[in-house]
């Protein structure tokens, strides 16, 4: 059995030795360089440009601009392609843009012979704008008057959407409810990956060819294509080992652009990576949102009738677009059951800052930021306890939402629940903190939080794979699904292993994902890769299964039904003891034979139509310094509810992960810009707050393994949730230690100091 075993990732030697072979390490010693020159405005039109001056510096081959490039308008996101125009993604971009919608816009590009000349013929090139107002919040962009940043979108929304569940007018009229409101705030943030974005080009036999360190590389493809204007057909993506991601590189950021300069020089090689500094504000960033609360309650703490409504910040070009604000609302919807009615009403409007695009946890972090917050406010407010107004009103056991058809089938909320708070002590340090004095106080809070497997039925999930036999026994495995530094290819070894009935040390996942010999499949994103992975790997090792001991037949004279395959050797079934000859001996003897000589490969395609719901909490205790505005993490623990663990392990290593960017996302990160240029202030790691291990206490996680009946091998969602619900616990501790509600976030001094004086504290 490998399912359910931490064994070694099938990737660990390979990256601790520095043997794994990254994008920047495949590239040829003579590759051009590219670079991309950003306007130094962050709304208008550029007028001209003399590129006379950098022409002439020495080893420079070529400048394009934005006068140069096709007039196509293409999207970036990575989500599957929809035959369906009215639920296909923005195109709103250009591989160089004239009209200007953000401080460091790509403008033009030179491609040199070397990095000294490409950077000196950017400094060279002269610029001319025409200059329009400012527009840095959804509040400013959607006010009359203000200058469109696309054509096409009024008040420059990209989109609204109001959702109405029972009639909400009608409920609220209901006597004795009591109303509370909120509003909530949450940062502009950056993915912070390892790697930088990446690629270089080339063309072959007129095709071209892009290495990319890219998330999505069947995707990039279409992207790519459709950004030229030349058949799918005509582009070749390849994905080596990638040095993180977590949704940046769910896009298609410089692989169009790179994929134009070659062609551009008639095939030659032409490598294009950004800095630090470009990462942060020319690739993508999460959604910074604003969300208003108002909820109808009886005194005894049943939640009556809500509304949810909330600005989304996109920036400056469409992306994820809308489909961030729309999953958060999910959360609003889902998490939480209500007697009579909701409300939604979300809009995602374009601004002049960084465009927002998929981050882990795909607008649940906001979401539930708002939601768990504002439940922990009805719970003071009403004077409940919060655990029991959660369990008064959570998603109960068989629930089954109309439009995903999605089923709660076990009483996660509570299982996680009692882990949670077992661990933290919460219902003896709820006591003991609860009538503080004096500067330092302590509290603890929690978070429960509601998250989805994969995209179905929103869009379509499919992944297809393809399995050989190898001479000596061994399996080859290939799909379409990108281990991006999750362990996915150790989870795709464990599966493969588990259904052929073979060692995992037999099992060789081809990391690297060529879009001319990889399987169909939409790479990693929606933490959908061991489930919709998963499933498509089950059906093709079955099959492959069949085909071996069909062949077994022709050796063993046993028909096939009466076979298995137990730790690499073809057995009875009635015998699992008995070796009848083993997988190896198997392979070679049919690839031989003199009468019946095959290759024995298996190869399929699996289109999920089901989801699945990931459940769990967070719990933390904080120390509040409130003369310094400070707030120390003393403890915090994730209980997840993500099915069946493949590896425990590596699923614990996830959960850290994801714990250390909710505490990020809660304490420290957040974009700043410039009100008055829209240029980015901090776009270096520097000056950007991230986590560190010093601002880690130690990270406790907690799993309760209920088997997902919707799933091959049981499991569900575990990438993104981790980074759900810690934000909320840390502010909802924070409550407990001060009485005071801290509804924007990150919790600096900057943040809390002026609270807490406004709150009578200092």
Partial sequence: MSVGQSIPRVDAFEKVTGRAKYTDDLVERNALIGKVLHSTIANGLVTKMDTGDAEKIPGVVKIITCFDVP???????????STDPAHQDPMDRKLLNRRVRLYGDDIAAVIAEDEVAASRALRAIK??????????????????????LHEGSPRNILAHTTVEDGNYGEAIKEPGLIKIEGVFETPIVQHCHIEPAVSF?????????????????????????????????????????LGGGFGNKQDALYEPLNAFM???????????????????????????????????????GRLVARKYTAYSNQGAYGSHGHGIAAKGTNVFRQLYQDEKARLVDIYTVYTNTAAAGAMRGYGTPQAVFAVESHA????????????????????PVGYQDPFSKNVNYFDSFRQCVEKGKTYIGWDEKRKRYQNQTGHLRRGVGMS???????????????????????????????????EIGQGADTVFTQMTSETLGIPWENVHVISTQDTDITPFGTGAYGSRQTYVGGMAIKKVALLLKEKILENAFTYTRIQPCDLDIVDGAIVLKSNPGQVLMSLGELATETLYSHAHAEHITAESTLQAKSNAYSFGCAFAEVEVDIPLG??????????????????????????????????????????????????LLNGNLLDYKLATIMDHPHLEVAFVENYEPT????????????????????RNAVLHATGVGINRIPMTPHVLYPAFKAAGLL
């Fill in 71 to 81: 007039d196509i308008c293409f999207p970036t996101a990575g989500h599957p392609w």
């Fill in 262 to 300: 070659t062609q551009a020089l008639g095939g030659r090689v032409v490598k294009l990576e950004l800095s630090r500094e470009e990462v942060f504000y020319a690739t993508r960033v999460r959604h910074g949102e604003k969300i208003f609360l108002c909820s109808y309650v009886r005194p005894n």
């Fill in 711 to 730: 799933s091959a091998y049981g499991t569900k969602a575990l990438g993104e949730p981790p980074t759900v619900p810690g934000a909320t616990a840390i």
């Fill in 448 to 482: 429960l939080f509601w998250y989805n497997t994969a995209v179905w039925p929103i869009s379509i999930e499919v992944s297809s794979c393809r399995m050989v036999l190898n001479q000596d026994g061994s399996v080859q495995v290939q799909l379409g699904e990108t």
């Fill in 376 to 395: 922990e406010d009805i719970a003071r407010q009403l004077n409940l306890d919060p655990l029991e107004f959660r369990f008064m009103n959570v998603m």
């Fill in 127 to 148: 610029v001319d704008y025409e200059e329009y107002p400012l527009l840095l919040s959804p509040e400013e962009a959607m006010k009359e008057g203000a200058p469109l």
């Fill in 201 to 241: 080009a080339y063309m072959e036999s007129g095709r071209i060819v892009v290495v990319s360190s890219t998330q999505i590389p069947h995707i990039v493809r279409r992207i790519v294509a459709q950004a030229l204007g030349i058949p799918w057909g005509k582009v070749r993506i390849i994905k080596p080992y």
């Fill in 630 to 679: 400070k707030v120390k993490l003393i403890d915090i623990v994730n209980c997840h509810d993500c099915g069946r663990l493949i590896n425990p392990q590596m699923a614990e290593a996830q959960v850290h992960g994801g714990m250390s960017m909710s505490i990020g996302f809660g304490m420290y990160e957040q974009l700043l810009y410039d009100e008055k240029t829209g240029k």
